[in-house]
C-alpha cells in the first residue's frame, strides 16, 4: 500500500529496544503479538487509517489485551510506574483529612481507577480513625484486572471497613452527597494528536506500512477537532506556528459532565499531571506532551510496544474547568500537589514518625511527593464543588486559578 503523509515506522524490529528499555520476555511476547496483531486487523478494517483516539481505546482498554485490561502489573516496583499513592500513605492521608468534613452519616466517597486499592486501603483507615467514614466507599474500575488485586488488598481490612466497599461497573444512578475522587484518571482519557502546517491543521492518527507494522499517519484536520483547533489558537497568545505537534482530548467534557450528574453535592477531587491551556500550549511545547511508561522508563514512541505499555498526555486543566463550569461545578481550588500536601497537614504526619529511623524514611517519601523534580509541582491539584460554602482547607495555601 501506499504508505501515508508522515509516516514514521514503529521500533518493533528485531534487535535491542530503544532508550536502553528492557525488552519483553515470556508472557509478554504473546500479548504484544496478540495487541500488535489486534491493532493492526482494525487499521486494516478502518480502510488503513485510525484516529489516534480510537487506538488508545483498543491500546489501553480493549478486554484481556488492552494496558488495563491484561493482567501485568502496572503499579509499584514490579510494574511500569510509580503513583502517589503507591509511594506513600501520607498522600492519602492528606485527602482523608479533606474529605473528613464532607463525609460521615449518608455520605459516600466514590473513587474512579483505584489501581492497587493502595488508595482505598489509606483513606479507609485514615477516615475510621478521623471518625468520618462514609456510609459506602465506591470503586468504578474499568478493568476486571485491577479490580481482582484490589479485592486482594483490601481483603486486609477489618470487617467494619471492608463492608462499606462496593464495586461498581457503571456510574451511581442515584445522585451521590459526599465525594468523587479521580487520582491520574483524566490522563488515561483517550485524545487525539495534530500537527500545525503551514496551510493549517494534521490529524495525527495510526495506519501501516508496506511491512504491516503500526505507525503515525497524518491526514487534513475536519469536523470537530479543526474548530476546536481554530478555537484555540483564537485564544492562545501564540496561537500555533508551524511544526507544533500536540494533543487534545474532547472526552473530558462528556466525563466531566457525567460526574457532575452524579454529584448532588459535595466535591469532586483531581489530581493529575498537566497545565493550564496557554502554558500547555506554550512553543516551548511545540513537541507535545505524549509520554509512554514501561518498566519506570519514559520514552514516546506509542507503537513500540503495544498492550505492555501506558500512554498518556498531560491534562489540559482549564478544559477542566471549562467542563465543570458548563455542567455547574464550581472551581473551588486549584494548585500544585506540593501545595495541596503543605496545606493539607503531610508536616504533621511526618513529625508523628515513632522514631528518627521512620522519620527519615517518611521524609524520604515526602520528598518525592513535594519536590518541584518529581511530583510536587508537575502534578496539579483541582476541586469542583456543588452546594459546598467553603472551599476544601487543602487549596489555602495557593491559588493558580488566574493560570486556567
Not at 6 to 15: C, L, Q, R, S, Y
Not at 155 to 184: C, H, I, K, M, Y
Not at 252 to 278: C, H, K, N, Q, T
Not at 366 to 374: I, K
Amino acid at each position: 500500500m501506499t504508505v501515508p503523509p508522515e509516516f514514521t515506522a514503529p521500533k518493533i524490529a528485531a534487535g535491542p529496544p530503544p532508550g536502553g528499555l528492557p525488552p519483553p520476555t515470556g508472557e509478554q511476547l504473546a500479548q504484544l503479538a496478540s495487541s500488535s496483531a489486534a491493532l493492526q486487523a482494525l487499521v486494516r478494517a478502518q480502510g488503513g487509517w485510525l484516529p489516534f483516539d480510537d487506538y488508545l481505546q483498543q491500546l489501553l482498554y480493549a478486554p484481556g489485551l488492552g494496558y488495563y485490561s491484561a493482567g501485568a502489573a502496572k503499579f509499584g516496583a514490579a510494574g511500569d510506574f510509580v503513583t502517589a499513592p503507591e509511594l506513600s500513605a501520607l498522600f492519602g492521608n492528606c485527602i482523608a483529612r479533606q474529605c473528613a468534613p464532607l463525609l460521615g452519616a449518608g455520605a459516600a466517597l466514590l473513587e474512579l481507577g483505584a489501581g492497587s486499592g493502595a488508595l482505598a486501603e489509606t483513606l479507609l483507615r485514615r477516615l475510621s480513625q478521623l471518625q468520618a467514614l462514609p456510609r459506602h466507599y465506591y470503586i468504578l474500575e474499568v478493568s476486571a484486572d485491577l479490580r481482582e488485586r484490589q479485592h486482594a488488598r483490601l481483603a486486609s481490612l477489618p470487617p467494619e471497613l471492608l463492608g462499606r466497599v462496593q464495586w461498581l461497573d457503571a456510574l451511581p444512578a442515584q445522585g451521590l452527597r459526599g465525594v468523587v475522587l479521580a487520582n491520574e484518571v483524566a490522563d488515561a482519557l483517550p485524545f487525539q494528536c495534530f500537527a500545525a502546517t503551514d496551510t493549517g491543521y494534521l490529524e495525527r492518527g495510526v495506519g501501516l506500512d508496506a511491512d504491516g507494522n503500526l505507525g503515525w499517519a497524518a491526514r487534513a484536520a475536519g469536523g470537530g477537532l479543526l474548530r476546536e483547533l481554530e478555537r484555540l489558537a483564537a485564544e492562545l497568545p501564540a496561537g500555533f506556528a508551524p511544526g507544533f505537534h500536540g494533543e487534545l482530548c474532547r472526552r473530558i467534557d462528556p466525563w466531566i459532565a457525567s460526574l457532575a450528574a452524579v454529584l448532588d453535592e459535595g466535591l469532586l477531587l483531581l489530581f493529575d499531571y498537566g497545565l493550564g491551556r496557554s502554558e500547555l500550549y506554550h512553543p516551548q511545547r511545540s513537541a507535545g506532551t505524549l509520554r509512554c511508561h514501561y518498566r519506570h522508563r519514559a520514552h514516546d514512541d506509542p507503537f513500540l510496544y503495544p498492550g505492555l505499555q501506558d500512554v498518556s498526555a498531560w491534562v489540559d486543566f482549564t478544559r477542566v474547568a471549562e467542563a465543570a463550569s458548563s455542567a455547574g461545578l464550581e472551581v473551588a481550588g486549584y494548585c500544585t500537589q506540593a501545595a495541596f500536601l503543605l496545606a493539607s497537614g503531610i508536616e504533621q504526619d511526618i513529625l508523628a514518625a515513632p522514631d528518627g529511623a521512620q522519620r527519615a524514611r517518611v521524609s524520604a517519601q515526602a520528598r518525592e511527593l513535594l519536590m518541584p523534580g518529581e511530583m510536587g509541582e508537575t502534578f496539579k491539584a483541582m476541586a469542583l464543588t456543588r452546594g459546598v460554602g467553603t472551599p476544601p482547607a487543602g487549596f489555602g495555601l495557593q491559588d493558580l486559578r488566574r493560570l486556567l
